[in-house]
C-alpha cells in the first residue's frame, strides 16, 4: 500500500519561508510527476509546482521565482521551498504523485493529507 506523508507546514509571518515535504512509501516501482496543489478556503484547488522524472519543472505564475520545487528520487521525496510569504499563500497544501506501485506496474496518481500554510502578521 502506498502512502504519502507530508511535514513542514506552519504559520509564518509574511516574508518569511517554509519547507514542505512529501515522501512516499510502500511497495513503489516508479516515480513520474511529482507536483504540490493548494487550495485555500471557498477556492477551487490549484497547481502550485510541478517536477517531472526528468527534472523538469512547471511553477504558477504566482509563486513564480518565490518557490522551488525539487525531488530526490533515493528517497521517493518531492519539496517545495516557500521564500517570500505572503498572506494570500495561505492554504492546505497537497502533494501528489503520478506513480506506479508493484502491485500492478500502472501510474495512478496518489494524494498526500495536506498540510497547513498560514501566513500572517
Known amino acids: 500500500q502506498v502512502q504519502l506523508v507530508e511535514s513542514g507546514g506552519g504559520l509564518v509571518h509574511p516574508g518569511g519561508s517554509l519547507r514542505l515535504s512529501c515522501a512516499a512509501s510502500?511497495?513503489?516501482?516508479?516515480?513520474?510527476?511529482m507536483g504540490w496543489y493548494r487550495q485555500a478556503p471557498g477556492k477551487q484547488r490549484e497547481l502550485v509546482a510541478s517536477?517531472?522524472?526528468?527534472?523538469?519543472?512547471n511553477y504558477a505564475d504566482s509563486v513564480k521565482g518565490r518557490f522551488t520545487i525539487s525531488r530526490d528520487n533515493a528517497k521517493n521525496t518531492v519539496y517545495l521551498q516557500m521564500n517570500s510569504l505572503k498572506p494570500e499563500d495561505t492554504a492546505a497544501y497537497y502533494c501528489?504523485?503520478?506513480?506506479?506501485?508493484?502491485?500492478?506496474?500502472?501510474?495512478?496518481?496518489?494524494w498526500g493529507q495536506g498540510t497547513q500554510v498560514t501566513v500572517s502578521s
Open positions: 517536477v517531472d522524472s526528468g527534472g523538469g519543472t
Open positions: 501528489t504523485m503520478l506513480l506506479a506501485p508493484y502491485s500492478d506496474y500502472r501510474e495512478w496518481d496518489y
Open positions: 510502500g511497495s513503489i516501482w516508479s516515480i513520474n510527476t
